[in-house]
């Protein structure tokens, strides 16, 4: 697990400097962890292309809109191949349970 997002970060940083090891790394990623069959933290898979394995490592990889109408969403578009991959927005909105109010945050000192 560590391998994989060793190699991930070297493809990130060294995207610029040498792409084809760079493509080369998150493709190498992206089979340890269909060898060990081990899911890619979601962090980690949104770092690259699952097209091409382009490494997202700035502005001249992708571009992200968000979209916020009845489902928001982020559209992340490879500007490598063309492919847009969205993701759903989780917002983690816990409904303030009654009675369990924090209480003491943000006191003044
Ligand atoms: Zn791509």
Redesign the pocket.
Known sequence: MARISKLLDFAIKYYGEYPDFAVAAVRTAQRISMKYRVKLPTALKRKF??????PFTGASTFTVRIRSGRTRHVAVK?L????VRRYQFRVKNKPPSEGSRVIGVGQHS
């Not at 292309?49 to 382009?54: E, G, V």
């Not at 490598?80 to 492919?83: E, Q, V």
């Open positions: 292309c699952r097209k091409c394995y382009t490879c490598k191949c063309g492919y």
